[in-house]
């Protein structure tokens, strides 16, 4: 389960938000601008995959998809891109590892999501191939304008990460999905996501 929680909104938001305050220390503006456009349009993605299923019970019962994790996503976009920055003064071969161990566990979450009853085996496969062409994409679009690690990079990285966790916690992300699921759809509940709802 502890593994699962890799997936949180609460951990991957402020990554991403890490990642970008990396490029910007880098002053790598256009690659941080790609991953801000992608990981964000990803998100928006899963978001409304959600809602259209809270909203209207959207989806595809013969596949048992009612909505792309979240949780697969955010672990298999996040966690190559960020072990990718970490690893970048490395050589390639320790860049390709790191992506590789990001992914693999991307993969690993997706299983336990499902082995846990949380997820379809359909939506944590589609969470899966969203985050990883994610990352992939953009690491792809970074190539050598990433850069290697220095103070400065590390410090925006931690820096950009706490503001991130601070601004979470005011959030309720899944509490706004379902207001606005209900507001579109005009019913008083939204329909129900079972598992998934329990772990995005």
């Known amino acids: 389960m502890t593994l699962v929680r890799l997936g949180d909104l609460d ?76 690893f970048h003064g490395g050589g390639p071969a320790l860049r390709r590892a790191g992506v590789a161990a990001g992914l693999g566990l991307g993969l690993l979450v997706g299983a336990l999501l499902v082995d846990y009853g949380f997820h379809s085996a359909t939506e944590a496969v589609a969470g899966c191939v969203l985050g990883a062409a994610i990352s992939l994409a953009w690491i792809r679009l970074a190539g050598p304008a990433a850069l290697a690690p220095s103070p400065a990079m590390l410090c925006w990285f931690a820096l950009a990460f706490l503001a991130g966790a601070w601004l979470m916690t005011f959030a309720h992300i899944g509490w706004w999905m379902i207001r606005l699921a209900t507001l579109l759809s005009g019913n008083a509940r939204p329909y129900p996501l079972g598992g998934a709802d329990t772990c995005c």
């Open 11 to 86: 951990l991957t938001l402020p990554l991403a938000a890490a990642a970008f305050g990396w490029l910007a220390a880098a002053r790598a503006w256009r690659t941080a601008l790609w991953w801000g456009l992608l990981f964000g349009g990803g998100v928006m993605l899963v978001g409304f995959s959600k809602i259209a299923f809270m909203a209207w019970g959207s989806g595809l019962p013969a596949l048992g998809f009612k909505s792309v994790s979240g949780h697969a996503t955010g672990v298999t976009a996040v966690f190559p891109t960020v072990l990718y920055l970490l």
